[in-house]
């Protein structure tokens, strides 16, 4: 009956349509504009006003897909898609979703689905495996420390922020802290500040040096100026891979002043992180043994579909003893006892989908070999664009090109008034997408090579298009 | 090569494995034991401690799947699960997900995927007709109002709070703010409260009458007192629904209330939002037409797989003048222009999936009155539940059963302890899951019928388990 619920039957055939339409999709998004030349309101205006009254059958909303939506979407998973930071999906990423979808169970404490709790415990212990990060944060080693599974890195971030806040001052006058970050710092830093309950100007911003890392000097002086002037400096984020130009801050320096200054350290390395699956870039872990929490985004650089963000912690009670409170319908004797992991206590939200499913899909189908030659190759392909640059005098870097992320702007007459044109040119052209950004108070033009059907051959054609429009 | 990419055509017959897996679980969950019987480590043990050096074939992870993840779970899609709020999956709700786990776009401003935000608009505005919202909650009405998805309740809550504090005082000293809620609202509450700053104590439990309700006439006078000992009330939640007994507070009192003290009113109808789809439920919305903030969770009770919660604001202002923040690297032209919504503005986190796919896969499949039709059996089978136990001296209600829940506990001697075991019997079974909690101080099991599979049949082999087991 028109309305019922779908039968197992009908899903699976449905189900084989949708994954073949997913596949197709794959096969052509290179052959389509990378961002739409639309207007505000086309989509929606291409939409009913109102819900249907009677249901319908939902082969139709495959052609509505293609005739509505994807006309209207910015196509990430395009294999010359150079903007933002990628968030990369993959096959086994799909799949993985289409289980945590289909169970729908939620992980909220370890008794409400005791394996959704267990294979994410089991796999941010695999990632410390993977990355090569310090023992400590493996739950299966003392239980004091531990990772776990957040949507995105602002959500990672606010959590240690709301942890080192709950340390210094649980609640009420919180006008005398100060944070810290760098100049280039993610802006999710001042957005989660403000969750908490600070002003902007209780982050303080740190001056970085002529490759954007922050100055640890600077950072001393700050917090003890701060501490002069009767504040409270109680959470510091050190970024590794800044949004701008992959810029690295002096992580072990900065925890150092941190550990004397009794001030949380928090490592952002959303896009960065991956990278130490290659055993060469390790180095970008730095400093995590001696942190108080680090982490990274395997749905940036890592093929896990979004949503998948890590955040490890030194010791995880201080997070808990901020998120935790227990009514009596969320009781459990396995929470009463303390054997358990509720992971609610670990994020904002309360309910949480079965999300450990993706990396374990990921990891299991690439191997640790597999995703450091991926990750490798895009390596190699910044570092290909980057000697095109350093070969051609009409452009110069914006910042020393690093990891997978190039910045870069054109020389000669006018080159800020240029560089942006060129950025819009590349970016109207439907071929490629990159961003523009602004280092040293000039434009600049930032790619960054991390999609996951990115070859060769789009960095060339991206090249060629560079050069085409910069004449 | 072993883990290269998956190709386009693994994933078809890979996917097409997957797909069929789950409508087998589907098939057969109704067999299993809704808890399952095991202790912490069982799941994790059975688990390889690093990941592996090479890639392999994901049949295999299927195979994990029936032996090592399901005998781990708790069963939410379960037709036997009653147990806290239901997280309702559907056909149509996973095949939403396959797409927006293969599109993997970030719709975190309108630009970087103009159909991502545009779909959403226009679904929360399908809801608003859907539930029979006021008008000035469509985004389609004067572009003041507006909704937004979440990914739960906790999160609506959370950003209404955080809009409400920085009409107040945006940042820094926050001691002297007040907020108010029932004895009976969501921990969510207390926890987005500690989120953003406040102490436990800032947040005035208000109490409630005889069917859990609020009074209103304690939260006028404790809005009264505060202002009098020179606090600041900034924000108050109106349950609809809570989650102990479904408990309905006056909204339109409590907003009077709040409105002549200027204070944001904010309603949680998270589960009983969904009955506002049955013409003859629709006092659900009550007062809708005259708060700040109203949010319900579709992903609760209306087929629509986790993560989905809708949040409306009749002035969307606040909530973005708190949360927006503009580098460099996510400033483009249409946001400049203002004539777009950018949906990071709206929300905690900085990146967000395609979610609207799911509300309207869910919409077309079911039509309006499919969605009333299932909501409306829900309902049916409560009242049966609820005709049972009236009828059985043996047991009597420990709340006034409303909508799709009953609580209840044994009447004759030593009743509280009766009924806590009479709970753990009834989940040590494994044949039905129900909720213990506690009303008036004293335990009581919570049936909550909502699973989409969930029968006639069902619930009366639940009361026949109720009825052995306490014999």
């Excluded at 249907?52 to 293609?66: I, Q, Y």
């Excluded at 002086?221 to 510091?236: L, Q």
């Excluded at 490592?267 to 992180?273: I, N």
């Excluded at 227990?326 to 999300?355: C, H, K, M």
């Amino acid at each position: 009956m028109q309305g019922d619920h779908m039968t197992p039957d009908d899903f699976r055939r449905l189900g084989h349509e949708y994954v073949d339409w997913v596949a197709s999709y794959w096969e052509r998004v290179g052959e389509l504009p990378v961002q739409p030349p639309i207007v505000p309101g086309d989509v929606a205006s291409k939409l009913p006003a109102v819900p249907p009254t009677t249901g319908e059958a939902l082969e139709g909303v495959l052609a509505d897909l293609d005739d509505v939506v994807v006309p209207g979407l910015t196509h990430w998973q395009h294999p010359s898609f150079f903007a933002f930071f990628p968030a990369n999906t993959s096959g086994p990423g799909v799949l993985a979703d289409i289980i945590s979808s289909g169970l729908g169970v939620n992980g909220m404490n370890w008794s409400t689905s005791p394996a959704c709790t267990e294979v994410e415990m089991v796999m941010l212990d695999w990632f410390v495996e993977l990355l090569g990060l310090p023992d400590h944060f493996r739950h299966a080693h003392d239980g004091r420390g531990g990772g776990v599974l957040q949507d995105s890195a602002s959500s990672s971030t606010l959590c240690t922020i709301i942890a080192a806040r709950n340390r210094v001052t649980p609640g009420g006058d919180l006008s005398k802290l100060r944070a810290y970050a760098s100049d280039q710092a993610h802006s999710s830093i001042v957005k989660g500040a403000r969750v908490a309950g600070l002003a902007d100007d209780q982050v303080r911003s740190i001056p970085t040096d002529a490759a954007f890392a922050m100055d640890p000097a600077a950072l001393a002086e700050a917090i003890d100026a701060d501490r002069r002037a009767g504040f409270v400096p109680f959470w510091c984020c050190a970024t590794v891979g800044s949004t701008s130009s992959m810029a690295v801050d002096p992580v072990v320096d900065i925890a150092g002043i941190c550990a004397e200054a009794q001030v949380w350290c928090h490592v952002d390395a959303a896009m960065a992180g991956s990278a130490a699956v290659c055993e060469e870039l390790r180095w970008v872990t730095e400093g995590a043994d001696v942190v108080d929490s680090w982490s990274f985004n395997p749905h940036k650089w890592l093929f896990t579909t979004f949503d998948c963000s890590c955040l490890w912690l030194a010791d995880s009670r201080p997070l808990v003893d901020a998120l935790s409170i227990s009514p009596a319908y969320l009781r459990n004797d396995a929470t009463e006892t303390g054997g358990v992991v509720d992971f609610r206590d670990w994020q904002i939200p309360l309910g949480r989908r079965f999300r450990a499913l993706k990396p374990w899909l990921v990891m299991r189908h690439y191997g640790a070999e597999g995703l450091a030659r991926h990750v490798r190759e895009h390596v190699r392909l910044g570092r290909l664009l980057a000697d095109r640059i350093l070969d051609d005098d009409r452009f110069e870097f914006a910042a020393p090109p690093a990891l997978n992320l190039v910045c870069f702007r054109l020389t000669g007459e006018d080159p800020d008034a240029r560089t942006s044109a060129l950025a819009e040119a590349i970016n109207g052209s439907g071929q490629a997408l990159v961003t523009p950004t602004v280092l040293d108070g000039r434009p600049a033009i930032r790619i960054c090579v991390g999609q996951t059907w990115t070859t060769e051959r789009h960095v060339e054609a991206l090249w060629d298009l560079v050069t085409a429009s910069a004449d």
